[in-house]
């Protein structure tokens, strides 16, 4: 799967343009299945390991991106069952 193509994105917890991409971060729980997660480069940042407020970043962001990533699973599942 292609990587997540970084974006500027002005924050205003730290008051500067930062750079986001999404990433899938593993769920915790016994399935394998992974959650997609809006990361920073601000690894000094409180709210680095959440996307929750007061931190603006959030999956609306990249909700283009997902429905891509979604979509093209999707495709390769149904492939796979074909085979």
Known sequence: MAKSKKQE???SVVNETVLIHLIKK???GLR???DFFVQ???SECQYVDKNELPCPLN???FADEIRER???AKQQREESEYQ
């Open 9 to 11: 994105y002005q924050c």
């Open 32 to 34: 394998s299945k992974a």
């Open 26 to 28: 593993p769920s915790a």
């Open 70 to 72: 979604e979509e093209k």
């Open 59 to 61: 999956l609306s962001l």
């Open 40 to 42: 920073c480069d601000q």
